[in-house]
């Protein structure tokens, strides 16, 4: 046999062989169903969001069973007026606070086998719901009323949507009642509706915004969302523009937008979208036309015609080489500033929102640590509340810190350090924390921003933690990552 | 299984957002986390001959011991002795002894401070522990912003920390981890922290060592700390300076320059500098409180200069010079630049024109310059900082590509840190040597000097683009470039380097990075398309062979501007100055879109956001000034000379498809709309589309449709709701450029409220003398159109084509521009092949070994030599 002969024998052996293991693959695991994630466990915690927003009483957070280990990912809503007195309580005494869990009463800590070292308290009322959704979950977000939860869910290359009570933090995605652990159906994970116009939702979606017709777009009724696709894509969905829609409705898509989308901001001032990119130095920006309207009939005409327009992408210029930029969010003071998370360079870029040449007029870079990868804003008050200033917050996933940034000085304040794997962020302004989602320990860790703010209130900084956040404990046990299973 | 293979369908999209990326995070076990600051220490260390790795002794000596120039000297020269053994005996045999350049540096994120030996770079001496794997540094408090070493006795360092709010002071063995060095104490004691009110964002020490200064930017104050640099510790809590002082107006520049006021060198001689004229700016921040944010040290006339993020004023303090008596600072007036800034940096004393190679009357060295970071843009400005001078304190006109006049042309990055260099330039020099001018008679110093050779005082900008850029003051080198110079007679010939016919070495421009032979050309033959015909325009004519088409018309070109393309007359002329026109395409294209001012939230409206009878288009978030649009009304008045006087004013373009129900209904039941039902597909050749009257920051007030069928209200009923629509010219070509975009010098009263008119910038007006004033970017038929750019004349149509042309009509004029006047330049996260993202933010020259270092937050520590201009090292 020749060398050929030979190649050609080791091919056809390889065929038969991956032909073996694909029936045996399809024989065997088709038909398992897998193991439900435990209840009251987070799992690759991706994302989170508080609500009320201003005031917040409840977390949600998107678990996004990255390593499959489970059969499903999931959300959980916790009270956060429970987690700050269990952390109180149950962590108060514990010196070293990363060594200090809370967890739902519900959760099974047989089966979570936490550390010897570790203290945990099972908590009561901490957790109020759970549903689960499909892997991959990339993003959440909540209507304004706080009764409906979007999450862009990869595995099922769709909007999940789960219904919410706002007051008590109960879901629903199934024909299960409200607070009934439960498997979001497909109606809930796949439940689109077209208008009357040829669009399609295109796949991978893996980033979402909403809010209230209302509100920003001065119709009478209903909610929008916006779904970036990381393949160069965005949708805009239109909400519960009657009592009797149960469903989202799909009105427009446009595409060709920069490639690889991250994560999409929208500016209620001037109705544009900006979606950054982690491939190219282009943000992306579209326009959401909805033309406004005081009466329910046209309203719902004006939402179902809603179109989006590409006004063209801004270029990254000026700062080396700006090809991969995180998040984007505008200044809540309506000054058209907009800060934009980068990782290269690796910094906080502060810019004008208005641009005359297709260049993004930045102003200043704010260098952050490695991996920077979330951002939030937070007006703090100083000067004995006073006045206030904002603040960005940017989660640095590589570096495992959280920078804080005044961004009116334009200078680096402090940051929090040994946050194994920071990413999503959520800004308490009235207990004064930040929760960090930690997806590398699948934990969330509650910071307190008590130092930070004395120092701007004018008291000197603490001698050994200076003004920065200090950890309080954490919800849920930190779980180190394994092989996949 | 199953789950082993979704996950790895999925893992490479999922890696992106979380952040454990597609682009490796390279771990590098000996790193720098974000250096920030840098200064200088120098030790002498004996080693064993045998074993250099063995230290036998070592101490911290003065800075200026580890003067490096003794070795630099030629052959045939007597070697300097060497500075490092200046009153020591003699190293016995078997070792040796050596001074050695360290540098002190702060991380800002790890809160340390540590040391790199330059001199020895594999040297490790500087880590702290060798336990862990990586660089281990000195911790000090969180955010180090500022670092000072006193160059006379380096014993002490001393680290100014925002996070904590406090000046630290360590002992420099420890940073450097000498032998003798006192241990590490975790808690420091209270003697060694000095707290202040304030987060600190700068330190200095001052040139006799007896007083830190230290800038308190929220507390609106600078700090002047006593110390005692014998011992290190703080002899006070410090006296405040505050920042009070009132400066004169804003002067006023000095009107234009001339080759008797002006330092340059351009060859071939008929080729002359730009004149440039400028008016200050109106001052911004004058009312505001001081926010000091950088300090700098003026070392020959020992002035504090003090950076001043909020109000427009460079604050300036007379520092002491007796280095026995303490005598505090003593406020001195401050400067006036109009403009907040951050970093400074200033000059020494240089001549005033340029020098023949014997050297002239004016050899003295009598001129100084300021320049600053701009605190609003980043740009950098440039001051007369001549003592004594009419001008002190003026901004001077600088900048020649489109950019404000009044700023160094530096690209889009925003400049962070400043640094003059002075390699070879004499110290202290009152008058320039001629022996310390290149002489074309030395052919080995003829040969060297080279456009990236920096002999003499230049500028040196570290960008947030990854970029240090240098910019020419006094080139000592510039007497050997271009060939012979005799005053009076410019003359460029005899050049050792025969590509060294094209020079453009100018005072507080860009240094060029290349010899040139040429440096401005076209670089392929203009071409036309004209509707199916399309082909290159002959170069004696300026037309298309083939078949009648717009082509280009013979013009005349300006003074002072080349000739790029027509033979034997003029068709598309350049400003030759380099640094003015790039290389990049142009296009003149009949009634194109204007760039970017198109929209997807108009309105079409029977009254204006202040209920204005009329048609109209409203969009109030568009800012459509911002981008150059005018309808008629915008140009009445203007005087024949501006480029748009009689202009038609442009026009809207509805993009849209119909808004879905109407869609929807038509198709059912077609109506009036239906007539709409193609119109995406028209766009081009039947546009549905109106005159623009009158272009407001938010609105447009719309004439009559620009083709037959339809009315106003026809379009408006069928998109009665947000409409998307395009802008374009109106019986003009839109010239855009791939790097200027669409010129013009359209704004509004103002530009916050949607119905302020837009209007031609009163401040930017036309002068017929001065091309740079001419940003406009419509060209018309058969008028010769100018901006600062380039220059030509577009030919009318054919007489086939009525009058005016179709709406259908497609004619297009595109050239390149190649200029091969690139800047000099160094990207700084790249050596040795491999890319890494920089951001400069301390850039120090060193005059002892005549090397520029950087501090590089993401790109490490890096080491660059002036001759050439080259990345030496790279840490991080």
Redesign the interface.
């Known amino acids: 046999m020749g060398l050929l002969g030979a190649l050609r024998q080791a091919q056809r052996s390889t065929v038969v062989g991956l032909l073996v293991i694909g029936l045996?693959?399809g024989h065997?695991?088709?038909r398992?169903e897998?193991s439900n994630p435990p209840l009251g466990v987070m799992h690759f915690p991706?994302a989170a969001t508080a609500y009320p927003p201003e005031a917040p009483e409840l977390l949600y957070v998107a678990s996004?069973n990255?390593?499959?280990?489970y059969n499903s990912g999931s959300v959980q809503s916790y009270d956060l007026e429970v987690l700050d007195t269990a952390l109180k309580d149950v962590c108060g005494d514990v010196l070293q606070k990363t060594r200090c869990s809370v967890l739902p009463a519900e959760a099974d800590l047989d089966r979570l086998r936490p550390s010897a070292v570790q203290t945990v308290g099972l908590v009561p009322g901490l957790q109020r719901s759970e549903v689960l959704i499909g892997?991959?979950a990339?993003g959440i977000a909540i209507t304004p009323d706080g009764a409906r939860l979007y999450l862009p869910v990869?595995?099922d290359a769709n909007l999940t949507f789960i219904d919410v009570q706002p007051a008590t933090g109960l879901m629903r995605c199934s024909e299960s009642a409200f607070g009934e652990p439960q498997r979001c159906t497909e109606s809930f994970r796949s439940g689109l509706t077209t208008?009357?116009?040829e669009v399609t939702l295109p796949t991978?979606p893996?980033a979402v915004v909403a809010g209230s017709l209302v509100t920003d777009f001065g119709l009478t009724v209903g909610d929008y969302v916006l779904m970036a696709h990381?393949g160069q894509s965005l949708s805009l969905l239109v909400d519960r523009l009657s009592p009797s829609d149960q469903r989202p409705i799909l009105?427009d898509t446009i595409d060709g937008l920069a490639s690889?989308l991250?994560?999409v901001s929208l500016d209620p001032?001037?109705?544009t979208a900006w979606i950054p990119s982690?491939l190219t130095a282009r943000i992306s920006r579209v326009?959401v036309?909805?033309?406004p309207s005081d009466n329910d009939t046209d309203s719902i005409?004006?939402a179902?015609?809603a179109?989006?327009?590409d006004?063209?992408p801004l270029r990254t210029?000026?700062?080396?080489?700006g090809i991969?930029s995180?998040e984007v969010k505008f200044d809540p003071r309506g000054n058209g500033r907009v800060y934009i998370v980068s990782?290269?360079?690796?910094?906080l870029l502060i810019a004008d929102q208005?641009?005359?040449?297709?260049?993004l007029q930045?102003?200043?870079?704010i260098?952050v640590?490695?991996?920077p990868?979330r951002l939030q804003l937070a007006e703090l008050a100083t000067d004995g509340a006073t006045a206030s200033r904002l603040f960005a917050f940017v989660s640095c996933?590589?570096?495992r810190?959280v920078h804080i940034i005044d961004v009116d000085?334009e200078?680096?304040?402090?940051?929090g350090t040994g946050i194994s794997g920071a990413?999503e962020l959520v800004i308490d302004p009235v207990r004064n924390r930040l929760y960090v989602v930690d997806?590398r320990t699948s934990v969330i860790r509650s910071l307190d921003l008590g130092p930070l703010l004395a120092?701007l209130d004018g008291a000197?900084?603490d001698?050994i933690n200076?003004?920065?956040p200090s950890l309080l404990g954490l919800l849920g046990i930190p779980k180190a990552v394994q092989e996949?299973? | 299984?199953?789950?082993?293979?979704?996950?790895l369908a999925?893992c490479s999209?999922?890696l992106?957002?979380?952040?454990?990326?597609r682009?490796a995070?390279t771990a590098d076990l000996v790193n720098l986390e974000?250096p920030n600051d840098l200064a200088f220490a120098c030790v002498r260390r004996t080693r064993d001959a045998r074993r250099l790795t063995t230290i036998i002794m070592e101490e911290l000596v003065p800075l200026e011991r580890c003067n490096f120039h003794h070795l630099l000297e030629s052959d045939d020269d007597l070697p300097d002795p060497d500075p490092c053994f200046e009153g020591t005996d003699t190293t016995p045999e078997g070792q040796v002894t050596d001074c050695e350049l360290h540098a002190v540096l702060t991380e800002?994120?790890a809160g340390t401070v540590g040391s790199i030996n330059v001199t020895q770079l594999a040297d490790q001496s500087g880590d702290l522990s060798i336990q862990v794997p990586a660089l281990t540094f000195l911790s000090v408090?969180?955010?180090p912003s500022g670092l000072a070493v006193w160059d006379k006795d380096s014993s002490y360092t001393w680290v100014s920390n925002?996070?904590?709010?406090d000046v630290q002071v360590v002992s420099t063995k420890t940073i450097l981890n000498l032998e003798d060095a006192p241990p590490i104490d975790p808690f420091p004691p209270a003697e060694t922290i000095l707290?202040v009110s304030q987060?600190p964002?700068d330190l200095v020490i001052s040139p006799t060592g007896h007083f830190l200064y230290v800038a308190l930017?929220?507390a609106g104050t600078v700090l002047e700390v006593a110390i005692d640099p014998a011992t290190g510790e703080f002899v006070d809590t410090g006296t405040v300076l505050t920042l009070d002082g009132v400066a004169a107006q804003v002067p006023a520049p000095p009107i234009g320059q001339t080759e008797d006021n002006d330092y340059f060198r351009y060859c071939p001689p008929e080729r002359s500098p730009l004149t440039l004229a400028v008016a200050p700016r109106t001052p911004i921040g004058e009312s505001a409180d001081p926010r000091p944010v950088e300090l700098t040290i003026d070392p020959v006339d020992n002035v504090l200069l003090v950076s001043d993020r909020a109000k427009p004023l460079i604050h300036r303090f007379q520092l002491g010079t007796d280095d026995d008596t303490p005598t505090p600072a003593t406020p001195l007036d401050p400067i006036h630049v109009a403009v907040p800034t951050l970093d400074i940096a200033v000059t020494p004393a240089v001549p005033k024109t340029f020098l023949t190679p014997s050297g002239s009357a004016n050899a003295s060295a009598t001129e100084r310059y300021l320049y600053a970071v701009d605190a609003?843009?980043?740009s950098v400005l440039v001051a007369d900082y001549t003592e004594g001078s009419p001008t002190f304190g003026a901004v001077l006109p600088v900048g020649s590509d489109g950019s404000p006049v009044d700023r160094l042309s530096l690209?889009?990055?925003?400049a962070?840190t400043l640094s003059v260099l002075t390699p070879d330039y004499p110290e202290d020099a009152a008058t320039i040597p001629s022996d310390s001018l290149c002489q074309l008679t030395d052919n080995d110093a003829a040969a060297n000097a080279i456009p990236t050779a920096l002999r003499g005082v230049f500028l040196s900008v570290g960008?947030?683009?990854?970029?240090v850029r240098v910019v020419d003051i006094f080139d000592l080198d510039a007497t050997c470039r271009g060939g012979n110079f005799t005053p009076g007679s410019n003359d460029c010939t005899g050049a050792i380097n025969p590509n060294d016919s094209v020079v453009s070495i100018r005072r507080n421009r860009p240094r060029i990075n290349t010899f040139l032979t040429q440096s401005l050309t076209v670089s392929a033959t203009p071409v036309v398309r004209f509707n199916q015909t399309s082909g290159a325009l002959e170069e004696s004519t300026g037309q298309l062979e083939v078949e009648p088409a717009p082509g280009l018309e013979p013009i005349e070109c300006p003074d002072r501007w080349v000739n790029l393309y027509g033979d034997p007359d003029p068709l598309v002329c350049a400003n030759d100055e380099p640094w003015v026109t790039a290389s990049e395409r142009w296009d003149s294209e009949w009634e194109a879109e204007i760039?970017?001012a198109?929209?997807?939230?108009g309105?079409l409206q029977t009254e204006s956001l202040s209920a204005e009878a009329g048609n109209w288009l409203v969009a109030d978030?568009a800012?459509f000034c911002?981008?150059?649009l005018l309808g008629g009304f915008n140009v009445a008045g203007l005087a024949p000379t501006d480029p748009e006087a009689g202009y038609f004013g442009d026009q809207l373009v509805i993009t849209?498809e119909l808004?879905?129900?109407t869609q929807?209904m038509e198709e059912l039941t077609p109506g009036p709309c239906a007539r709409f039902f193609d119109n995406v597909e028209d766009l081009d050749d039947n546009p549905v589309s109106f005159a623009i009257l009158e272009a407001r920051m938010g609105e447009l007030r719309l004439g009559a449709p620009l083709s037959n069928g339809y009315t106003f209200d026809d379009v408006m009923s069928c998109y009665d709701?947000?409409v998307?629509y395009e802008i374009r010219t109106r019986r003009a070509y839109t010239v855009t450029g791939t790097n200027q975009?669409?010129v013009h010098r359209v704004t509004a009263d103002d530009l916050a409220d949607p119905q302020s008119t837009c209007i031609i910038d009163p401040e930017k007006p036309i002068e017929t003398d001065d091309p740079t004033t001419y940003l406009n970017a419509r060209a018309f038929e058969e008028r010769p159109f100018l901006n600062p750019f380039v220059s030509f004349e577009i030919s009318a149509f054919p007489e086939t084509v009525p009058s005016p042309p179709p709406l259908d009509t497609e004619s297009i004029i595109t050239f390149t521009t190649d200029n091969r006047a690139n800047q000099l330049l160094l990207?700084t996260?790249q050596l040795s092949g491999q890319r890494i993202?920089?951001?400069p933010?301390s850039l120090v020259y060193l005059p002892l070994d005549d090397r520029l270092y950087l501090a590089d937050?993401?790109a490490g520590f890096t080491v660059i030599v002036l001759q050439p201009f080259t990345l030496a090292l790279n840490r991080n």
Do not use: K, Y
């Open positions: 045996w693959c065997g695991c088709v398992d897998g991706i996004s990255f390593d499959l280990l892997s991959f990339d990869r595995s208008s009357t116009r991978d893996v990381r009105v690889e991250v994560t001032q001037t109705h982690a326009q036309a909805i033309a005409a004006n179902l015609s179109t989006l327009f006004v063209g210029a000026g700062v080396d080489q991969d995180r990782r290269t360079p690796r910094a208005q641009t005359s040449d297709g260049n930045v102003h200043n870079v260098p640590g490695q991996g990868s996933f590589d570096s810190e000085n200078q680096s304040t402090t940051m990413f997806f120092c000197p900084p001698p200076g003004c920065t996949l299973q | 299984m199953n789950r082993v293979f979704i996950h999925l999209a999922l992106t957002p979380v952040g454990c990326a682009r995070t974000a800002l994120f408090g969180e955010r925002f996070g904590t709010r707290p987060g964002t930017e929220e609003t843009d980043g690209g889009a990055g925003l962070r960008l947030s683009d990854g970029t760039p970017f198109g929209g997807g939230l309105s978030q800012g911002l981008f150059g849209g808004p879905p129900l929807a709701t947000l998307s975009g669409f990207r996260g993202s920089s951001l933010e937050l993401t």
